[in-house]
C-alpha cells in the first residue's frame, strides 16, 4: 500500500479503504507477514472494470432517473422516453467496462495493448 500510495499520491488512509472494499468484493486478498499486503484474489484477466468500479462506486449508472414508465403511464411528457435513453447509456456503458479487463489496463500502461 506504501508504494502504491507513493505512485499516485494518494493518502494511505484513503487507499485502505479503496483496498478493503475491494477485498470485501473478492478482487484482492490481504497477505500477512514479512511482504505482506494485497495481491490480486484472481488472475488480472478474470478482473473487468466493471467489477472494479461497482466495488468503489457502486453500481454504474449514467445518472440516477430511476426506471422508465411502460405503456405510455407517464404523467410526464417526454420525461420516461429520456429515462429509457439514459438506461440504454448505462446498459452501454456496463458493456464497456465488463469488457475491458485489469490485464487490458496493464497491457495499455505499458503500450503493449492489443488492437
Same mark, same amino acid.
Given at each position: 500500500?506504501? +508504494?502504491?500510495?507513493? $505512485? ?17 468484493? @473478492?478482487?484482492?486478498? /490481504?497477505?500477512?507477514?514479512? @511482504?505482506?499486503?494485497?495481491?490480486? =484474489?484472481?488472475? =488480472? ?8 468500479? /461497482? ?6 449508472? =449514467? !445518472? +440516477?432517473? !430511476?426506471?422508465?414508465?411502460? !405503456? ?11 429515462? =429509457?435513453?439514459?438506461?440504454?447509456? /448505462?446498459?452501454?456503458?456496463? !458493456? ?13 500502461? $505499458? ?5
Amino acid at each position: 500500500m506504501r +508504494d502504491i500510495a507513493e $505512485r499516485t499520491g494518494l493518502p494511505q488512509p484513503y487507499l485502505e479503504q479503496i483496498l478493503l472494499t475491494l477485498k470485501g468484493a @473478492g478482487i484482492v486478498r /490481504s497477505k500477512r507477514g514479512v @511482504g505482506g499486503g494485497y495481491v490480486l =484474489a484472481r488472475g =488480472a484477466e478474470a478482473i473487468t472494470l466493471a467489477e472494479i468500479v /461497482s466495488a468503489v462506486d457502486g453500481p454504474i449508472q =449514467a !445518472g +440516477d432517473f !430511476g426506471q422508465p414508465h411502460e !405503456g405510455g403511464a407517464c404523467d410526464h411528457e417526454g420525461q420516461c422516453v429520456l429515462l =429509457a435513453v439514459w438506461a440504454e447509456v /448505462s446498459a452501454q456503458l456496463q !458493456g464497456q467496462l465488463r469488457g475491458v479487463t485489469l490485464a487490458d489496463m496493464v497491457r495499455k500502461a $505499458r503500450g503493449t495493448a492489443r488492437v
